[in-house]
């Protein structure tokens, strides 16, 4: 039976990077990825904020950038308005990605265990004290440690498999989360402005989501769709079917010749209650930390990895791996980028329930224009002087019904804004400050005409 200080789940962008940063703070480290550690590769739209590469403890290599972005085009459903938002960036490639932070993990001191498969936490005594594995010969080991760090991606080996009384614990349910599929492809045709990563919104094509065509060269693209979970699971639709419909043999796609295929699901929605149990703590998208507006997930699954690390260390100095040991990443976690998340989460919601014609009308009365758009995008909020307050008036009374839901997603921001500025420093604030949580997102989809079942059924 092996022992480590710390077991890291998952050799993806958020595990490889946490382990890279526990090793070099020198802890003993196991990096436990069930793919082999060449194979280690994430579907994913493959474009990161400069400022997200900028954040990190390494440089990476050039080789991991396959092009280099100025910013994105947005795109209305009748594509007769288009914003450009400045804000520069990069497409990776995700083999090389991975394993370069895989090798940098390596190097720090970490032990991979590649083509081993976490199964699942071992609790002792109300606290995680490692994980079990199924190794490549076939056999069971159980690998001991003082925390264990779920960054297994999405389907969260580790955090969903604790008691449901544990808040990290909390599922992720479809009207949280966006269901992707996408194609890397070459095309036979110049892609005009490759500079540029371009984002459709419409309805029809992608239901409470976005399509997107991410230039990866001048004839290279990764373009794909995320429809909104809430729709798959009630009316059964799939992205992969939309995207054979509306854009597999359409202009966009000329000449296509399938370098890969690939989908998944991609969590969009607020922080997790909490981040932390006794000896357990999750990053990435086993922590739900994606961008719920964009679905940006790689920045902030570094971001989480950087902060948890942080924690991890802090508690190894006091020898506290309890839940209220951990309890500074939730904290400052919020404090980074949490509190804006939550403010997207509502912002995305508003955003669902807007059809066609109303992001027609929307975005061609520019009710927000391009800086705005990078403003909500960046902060999760707009603050206006009082001029802009009347532009931004005179702008509304054009277009009164999108204004009204605009009104109110902006009012609830502000809301939930204040709520996650009240976050309880210590676990024992926990159910209270959930329960107002739960009552603010209940008047809020009711003033929204949706139901959530977050808010009706306790998960
Ligand atoms: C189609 C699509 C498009 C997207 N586009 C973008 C984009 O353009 N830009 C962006 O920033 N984000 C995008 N995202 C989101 C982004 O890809 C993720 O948020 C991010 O990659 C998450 O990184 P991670 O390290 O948390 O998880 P992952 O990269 O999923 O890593 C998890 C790792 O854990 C391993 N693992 C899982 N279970 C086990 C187990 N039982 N035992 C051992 N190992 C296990 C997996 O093999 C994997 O290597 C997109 C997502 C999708 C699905």
Redesign the pocket.
Known sequence: MESYDVVV?????????AAYLLAKAGLSVAL????SRDR??????????EH?INRMAIKPPSNVFMIKYEGAELYSPDMSVKYVVLGKGYGLD?GKW?RWLIGEAERAGVTVLDN????GPIIENGKVVGVR?LKPDGSIEDLMSKVVLD?????A?VRSRLPREWWISEPLLPEDA?H???EIIEVDYDIERPEY?KIYLDANVAPGGYW?L?PKSRNTM?I?L?LWGKLSEELGLNPRHNYEKYLMNSNYTRGRRVIHV??????TRRPLPSLVGNGVLA?????V???PV????????LL??ELASKAIIEAFEKGDYSESGLWRYNLEYLRAYGIKQAMLDVFRLMLQTLTNDQLNRGLRARLLTEDEVLEISEKGTLELSLFQKIKVGLRLMRVPDVASKLRLALRYMGEVKALYSEYPSEPRGLPQWYSRLVDLYRRYAGDLGITLKWVSQRF
């Open positions: 789940v998952g050799a993806g962008s958020a595990g490889s990077y436990v990825e069930m793919k280690v590769f994430k579907v994913t739209g493959d474009a990161i904020g997200h995700m991975a081993h498969k976490v199964q594995v960054a297994s991606g999405v389907g080996v966006s992707a599929f996408r990563i997107w991410f990764n794909g995320g690939g989908g998944g699901i991609v969590p990053a990435g998208d086993a922590a930390t994606v961008n964009h679905g940006g997930g790689i920045g902030p699954a989480s990895a």
